[in-house]
């Protein structure tokens, strides 16, 4: 089953998330498997992520790939823990 993750990342910057991208796409093979859509929106406190995953499990081995890239650079997560909710239905224009 599809979910949707809402991240809020306080105090990242673009420029922060730009370097995370750029490490995550020079990995090998393709750590954003099962992702179907990802969207950035910068707020006044950082960054709110909002991903879509083909399931729950996809979404969990992104994660056990994309925490020690980001803490190889630096970043440490502040904020809530991610919503998860799961989706009735999606669909693509």
Same mark, same amino acid.
């Given at each position: 089953?599809?979910? +949707? &993750?809402?991240?809020? +990342?306080?105090?990242?910057?673009?420029? $922060?998330?730009? &370097?995370?991208? !750029?490490? +995550? $796409?020079? @990995?090998?093979?393709?750590?954003?498997?099962?992702? @179907?859509?990802?969207?950035?929106?910068?707020?006044?406190?950082?960054?709110?992520?909002?991903? @879509?995953? !083909?399931?729950? $499990?996809?979404?969990?081995?992104?994660?056990?790939?994309?925490?020690?890239? &980001?803490?190889? @650079?630096? +970043?440490? /997560? $502040?904020?809530? /823990? /991610?919503?998860?909710? /799961?989706?009735? &239905?999606?669909?693509?224009?």
């Amino acid at each position: 089953m599809a979910v +949707l &993750a809402k991240v809020e +990342l306080a105090g990242m910057t673009t420029d $922060q998330y730009d &370097a995370l991208n !750029e490490k +995550l $796409q020079a @990995l090998p093979g393709n750590p954003f498997e099962g992702c @179907l859509s990802h969207v950035c929106v910068p707020t006044d406190s950082g960054l709110v992520i909002y991903d @879509l995953w !083909e399931s729950e $499990q996809a979404m969990e081995k992104f994660a056990g790939i994309v925490r020690p890239t &980001a803490q190889g @650079l630096g +970043l440490v /997560p $502040q904020g809530a /823990p /991610p919503e998860i909710h /799961p989706v009735h &239905a999606f669909w693509t224009p």
